[in-house]
């Protein structure tokens, strides 16, 4: 393969990593390894810095995408959760819904 055709496919990968540490998020509550209440909501408080290919946030359960978040500071509601574990999820993703490789997890008990 030619340098000249490999460069730009490196670039393109160093680059966009690059963007993807400027970007950050915080789940200040619920915390990980939090019990919660399997009969009521769960609210989700974050705050998130998108970075310069950031345009909002996906919150997701258990894999699951359950919410699209415009506000990068704020707090979301989870419907009630089954009894049992839950991987809780906010990802940073571009206006194509791509994620950029910012997010941030806690896992939860639902009692």
């Known amino acids: 393969m030619n340098i000249k055709m490999l460069a730009p496919l490196l670039l393109t990968l160093l680059w966009g ?32 810095t998108l970075g310069p290919t950031g345009d909002h946030l ?17 707090t ?7 009894a049992g574990k839950h991987h809780v999820c906010l990802t940073v993703n571009t206006s194509s819904h791509a994620p950029t490789g910012v997010e941030s997890c806690v896992d939860v008990t639902a009692q």
């Open 76 to 82: 979301a509601e989870l419907d009630p959760l089954p």
């Open 17 to 48: 990593q690059a963007y993807a540490a400027d970007g950050s998020i915080t789940i200040s509550s619920p915390a990980n390894g939090a019990m919660v209440s399997a009969k009521d909501k769960v609210p989700v408080t974050y705050a998130a």
């Open 58 to 74: 996906h919150l997701y359960v258990d894999g699951k995408r359950v919410d699209v978040l415009r506000q990068i500071k704020g």
